[in-house]
């Protein structure tokens, strides 16, 4: 079975602060995706990044960096110079077998990010 | 065109009416998904569609049916539905592979009263 904890429930910033989400997974398959996803307030969530478990090279988008360790099963999210439409709900999320032919999408319990002007 | 469409965007309905939730892709995806999501808590998968076979279905009461009439839309017809299914359905759609992103629509708010 797989499991993805947040355990940060809400966070809250001032503009231009940087801010890390943490994410822990747990599975026992050896190839997965770890993904962030973005919900505002609107309802949609916003795909934003991705890693598979072979590739622990972390990297840099823009505002958005990620830091995947295998050895301590974390995939943490960063955002630099947070902005007020940055606020959302963040979510953690795992990809891995399920059985059959078929793969599913855990979420974390997801992370309220509220930044303040 | 990366967008899922789903309507209604709201809907209200009584515990003894029959309505349907739509989805629409055009993205060529090949699975589609229905998830739930109660207020302050992560979506919950209810159905996977793959190749317009279910291929998942999270046991889910059977108030709930889904449909995929073709490889661009997916229905969720609902039926004597109870208050505690209020919620925000969301459907999504994806390559189907283990590591191709998940596209959302906006979701269907649905209150049952």
């Known amino acids: 079975a797989q499991k993805v904890t947040q355990a940060q429930t809400e966070i809250s910033v001032v503009e231009k602060e940087d801010v890390t989400l943490d994410c822990v997974y747990e599975?026992?398959?050896?190839?997965?995706?770890l993904f962030w996803y973005k919900q505002p307030p609107s309802g949609e969530l916003v795909f934003l990044i991705r890693?598979?478990?072979?590739?622990?090279q972390n990297e840099i988008s823009g505002r958005y960096s990620w830091n995947f360790q295998k050895s301590t099963s974390s995939f943490n999210f960063t955002i630099t110079a947070s902005q007020v439409v940055d606020s959302a709900v963040y979510f953690c999320?795992?990809?891995?077998?399920?059985?059959?032919?078929?793969?599913?999408?855990?979420f974390g319990k997801g992370t309220l990010l509220t930044v303040n002007p | 065109d990366t967008e899922v469409t789903q309507t209604p965007k709201h809907l209200v309905m009584g515990m003894t009416n029959k309505k349907s939730l739509k989805c629409e892709q055009h993205?060529?995806?090949?699975?589609m998904y229905w998830y739930k999501q109660k207020a302050k808590k992560p979506p919950e998968l209810m159905f996977v569609?793959?190749?317009?076979?279910?291929?998942i279905n999270e046991s889910v009461p059977s108030r709930f049916s889904p449909e995929c009439p073709n490889s661009s839309l997916l229905n969720l017809h609902l039926h004597a539905l109870q208050p505690e299914d209020s919620a925000l359905y969301l459907c999504?759609?994806?390559?189907?592979?283990?590591?191709?992103?998940?596209?959302f629509g906006q979701g269907t708010r649905l209150t049952v009263v």
């Open positions: 999504a759609s994806s390559q189907g592979d283990r590591g191709s992103e998940a596209f």
């Open positions: 599975t026992r398959d050896t190839t997965y995706y």
């Open positions: 890693r598979n478990s072979f590739d622990e």
């Open positions: 999320a795992l990809s891995a077998y399920s059985g059959g032919s078929n793969y599913k999408l855990t």
């Open positions: 993205m060529g995806h090949r699975a």
């Open positions: 569609y793959s190749y317009e076979k279910l291929s």
